[in-house]
């Protein structure tokens, strides 16, 4: 479009200089070492308008002639890379497929054609590394971390390598300088936490995690998530040494990150019943039992249980509990172990009926407790046995 408004634009300037040669005509006279010419100014125009175009199309087809050497090169250098970056592509996908040949091959075809050794490199290291030669792999990925493009994915080739030998300190080591490299790369952090849990330094693993959400490594829920696991275990890290007051503060701010974590809470109110407060303890269990029941949440409530409680009292205290979740078939069974406990056996026998029914296959605790519940109230070991051996997951000898 713009191309034709300009042509439209030339068109228009020679109509009008010829229009204004036609009105105002007039004649053009030199004397010039001798020579003499006399012609019309619309002549003259004319053929100054056809030096100017014969000047433009020689100076065009010299630039043409001139130029075609370099041309011929550029084009012979961008169609050798192109045969590069598709032979390395296909590289890739050997590599991929486990092709290890063929990705060596297709690694020194592309390093031939592109000359670009860190971007080979990759591909020289990922073949060796699937015919199992590791001291190769290593070197080509050592050799990367000198090309700063390329020293994040070497980094991440030497992590892998470490993994796979075992090497956890130098795996972790690696880990540490990939994510300082690129602290907003989700694996880099997923790698480096998973290696500072294992070695037990949760303190690390506290501050890599903050970074993690910080550079948004990790997803938003994912990363609170994992900030308060961590919380929760350096909290039992403290209890374990003594320190309630700090391991209590530490199971709170886990429980703020994330309310539905049972470990989180069961900790808190463990913490709580230790300093005398077995009430707040209780309403902290309860609330969390109202919107997840868990088997560790009905442990602790039993567990932080008015000193010197009677088996009834307990059962009193689970048909509370139950009854903020009454549908639910953990409040059941945790109500029927209560009662196993108090002699209550009928009581046991209907919640356990109700848990039965819920579940087509009956789980193995659920079978322990009427296995208790069958030699406990008739002291029937043949019904006992039955049940445990369901629970074992030995079927066809309960059925014998």
Sequence with gaps: MVRAIFLFIKIGLI?????????????ISLDWQGWHVDISASLFALGMLIFVILA??????SSGILG????????????????????????????????????????????SLLHDPPLTRLLTAQAAQLEGDSKAATKYFEEMLEDQDMAFLGTRGLLMQAISDGNTAKARELAEKAFNLRPSTGWAARH??????????LDAALKTVETAIRYKALPDGEGKRTKAKLLIAKAQELRAAGDFEQALKL???????????????????????????????????????????????SRAYRDIAPEGASPLEQVKRFEHLLSLNPNHKEGHIALAEAALKAGL????RNHLDIVAKQNKVPEPRVCRLMAELEESEHGDLEKARYWLAIATGEEAVAAE
């Design 251 to 297: 199971s709170n701010q886990a429980n703020k990150l994330v309310d539905d974590l049972p470990e989180g809470v069961t900790l808190s109110a463990r913490l709580l019943a230790l300093r005398g407060k077995d009430s707040k303890a209780a309403r902290l269990l309860e609330d969390a039992w109202s919107k997840n029941p868990d088997p560790s949440i």
């Design 345 to 348: 056996w009928g009581e046991a």
């Design 15 to 27: 109509v009008a200089a010829a229009l204004y040669l036609a009105k105002y005509p007039g004649r």
């Design 192 to 201: 480096l936490l998973d290696l500072q849990r294992e070695s037990g330094d």
């Design 68 to 111: 075609a050497p370099g041309r011929f090169m550029e084009n012979r250098r961008i169609a050798r890379r192109e045969r590069g970056y598709k032979t390395l592509t296909q590289g890739l996908v050997a590599v991929a497929a486990g092709d290890p040949q063929e990705a060596r091959r297709l690694a020194r075809k592309a390093d």
């Design 56 to 61: 433009i199309l020689f100076a065009r087809f």
